[in-house]
Structures are given as structure tokens and as C-alpha cells.
């Protein structure tokens, strides 16, 4: 069938097979946005480390601290130490991108000279998860399979290097930590022993906030400011939690200057701007009706 009776029949036309001016016009096309692209991206280098990357430090820092957690399940001590040696190579790298060059092989010294201390804290943090949920079966299950533990650890980690004055790299780890498990914690926050978090997705703390030993955490719980406001910046902006309090899902707490003292509970739902006295319970009342559904057919009692 030639062309014109495709034509008369309503048919396309197939493409020549040798479409060279078709075949240079989208490559013309797409070196004109990449041209313009260049221009505004401008020419200097990115500094920060891809995701990949600090997902890849990630990994190898919880592979050093839980074998559980690593590729290599076994390793003797010369193993150990040579694991060390990369990663704090690796880590001095990433921050001398970030960081002044002065700084950086310090700050990356000092984290892994605090692993054994880290470790010890992260096993604290691994049992008072273990107490808390009538569910996990050992200690093993919830470094492996937590996303609660997983968000701590990584914290431990990033406030290792926070409270070394360097902001930035710290910042980078708390987010690939909230993008695997949804748990949003600064570097920057103060968190005592023996943190329990229960599910855990959704929950955020701020960089200011300060939380004891033995405190337990349900998902959806907000630690955060009464204010963003930049001028605020640096400032006491988020509560303080003393030791033993529980804290149930959905939970807003705000503030500063607001102190929930020890022993307490803060029910689920809250919105807490205040401070409340030790061994306080503070709860949300809410009205709830239950009827037969033989009971509910006038338009009445449908609500939206």
C-alpha cells in the first residue's frame, strides 16, 4: 500500500526511515535547556553529599554499632578496626564539604571515639522499647525491625556531631532518618536515657526541646514551638520533658517555657501550652455517642 491510498483510507503515513531533520530538532531542542539550565544552576560544584551517600554512612555507622544491622554479620577486632578507620576517613570527607577544613577531622575523630559510649546508650534505648511493647520479642527484633530504634540511633549519632558545632552534616542524617521512618528529630534536641518510641511515624521533635531518662513516646506526638518566627532562632522554642512521662499519640506539646514534670501523662489528642507539675495526668474530653445503626438513618446525625 503506497501512501496515498494510506491517506484516502485515513491511514498515517509511516515515518521515513532516515528522518534527519525530525532527529536533530528534540537533541537542538534539549542542549538549549540544558544551556539554560547551566546558566542558572551557575558552575560551582555542589558542596552538600548526595542522599545516597549519607544513606550509605548511615548503614555503615549502625552496621558498627549492631552486627545485626551490617552486611558482615562477624568481624574480629583488626576487622572492626579497619571499618572504624573507613568510615571516619569517610566522615571527615563529608564534612570538610560542608564544614571549615579545620574542623572537620576532628569532629569526625571525636564521633567515633564516642561509639562505644553511643552503643551502650542505643542498647538502653533498644531495652526501654523492648519493656514498653507487650509485641517486641527481643532485643535483636527491634534493632532489626523498629523504626523507632532506627530514628534514635541515628539521633545519637547526628547529636554526637551537633554538640561538636558542626550544624549542617547532623541536619543531613536527621533527614535520612525521618525519610525511613517518618520520625522527625533535630540534632540539635537534648534526649536522656532509656527513650522508648512506640510506632513512632508521624512523630517531631524540635532542636530545642529537652527530654529525660525513661520517657515513652507514641506516634503522631509533637514536641515543638509556639512560634516560627526567625528572629526566635536560638532561643528556647520547644518543652521540656522531665523523666517517666508518657506521652499517647497525637499529642501536642508547645513551648518553651512549657515544662511537663516527671512522673506524668499526657493522654492522647492534648494540646498542651503549659507547663503542668510532676505526676500530673492531663487528657482530652471529647463526646462520643454509640447507637444502634437501626438508630442513625435520619440525616440528622451525619456529620462532616
Not at 24 to 36: G, I, K
Request: net charge neutral; aromatic share 4%; charged share 25%.
Amino acid at each position: 500500500m503506497d501512501a496515498t491510498s494510506r491517506a484516502d483510507r485515513g491511514v498515517e503515513a509511516a515515518p521515513s526511515a532516515h528522518p534527519r531533520g525530525h532527529a536533530r530538532e528534540p537533541v537542538d531542542a534539549d542542549r538549549e535547556v540544558a544551556r539554560r539550565l547551566m546558566e542558572r544552576r551557575g558552575a560551582r560544584p555542589p558542596r552538600l553529599p548526595s542522599r545516597r551517600r549519607i544513606d550509605r554512612f548511615v548503614d555503615a555507622a549502625l552496621g558498627l554499632l549492631f552486627p545485626q544491622e551490617g552486611v558482615e554479620r562477624t568481624a574480629n577486632e583488626a576487622q572492626l578496626a579497619s571499618r572504624i578507620t573507613l568510615l571516619r576517613a569517610e566522615l571527615g570527607s563529608m564534612l570538610r564539604s560542608v564544614e571549615p577544613p579545620t574542623g572537620a577531622g576532628a569532629a569526625a575523630a571525636g564521633l567515633t571515639a564516642a561509639l562505644p559510649d553511643i552503643r551502650e546508650r542505643l542498647r538502653a534505648d533498644a531495652q526501654a522499647i523492648l519493656d514498653g511493647d507487650p509485641a517486641a520479642e527481643s532485643l535483636d527484633e527491634v534493632v532489626a525491625a523498629y523504626p523507632g530504634f532506627v530514628a534514635i540511633a541515628v539521633h545519637r549519632l547526628a547529636h554526637e556531631l551537633h554538640r561538636q558545632g558542626t550544624p549542617l552534616l547532623p541536619r543531613l542524617l536527621s533527614e535520612a532518618a525521618h525519610a525511613r521512618t517518618g520520625i522527625d528529630i533535630h540534632p540539635g534536641a537534648a534526649i536522656g536515657d532509656s527513650l522508648c518510641i512506640d510506632h513512632g511515624t508521624g512523630i517531631v521533635i524540635g532542636e530545642t526541646a529537652v527530654i529525660g531518662d525513661r520517657v515513652k513516646l507514641y506516634q503522631g506526638v509533637t514536641l515543638g514551638a509556639l512560634s516560627v518566627a526567625k528572629s526566635a532562632a536560638g532561643s528556647k522554642r520547644h518543652p521540656t520533658i522531665e523523666d517517666r512521662v508518657v506521652i499517647y499519640a497525637n499529642a501536642t506539646v508547645l513551648g518553651g517555657d512549657t515544662v511537663v514534670g516527671h512522673d506524668s501523662v499526657i493522654g492522647g489528642n492534648v494540646w498542651l501550652t503549659t507547663g503542668v507539675p510532676p505526676h500530673s495526668f492531663v487528657y482530652h474530653t471529647s463526646q462520643i455517642r454509640v447507637r444502634s445503626v437501626a438508630d442513625t438513618l435520619d440525616s440528622i446525625d451525619y456529620s462532616i
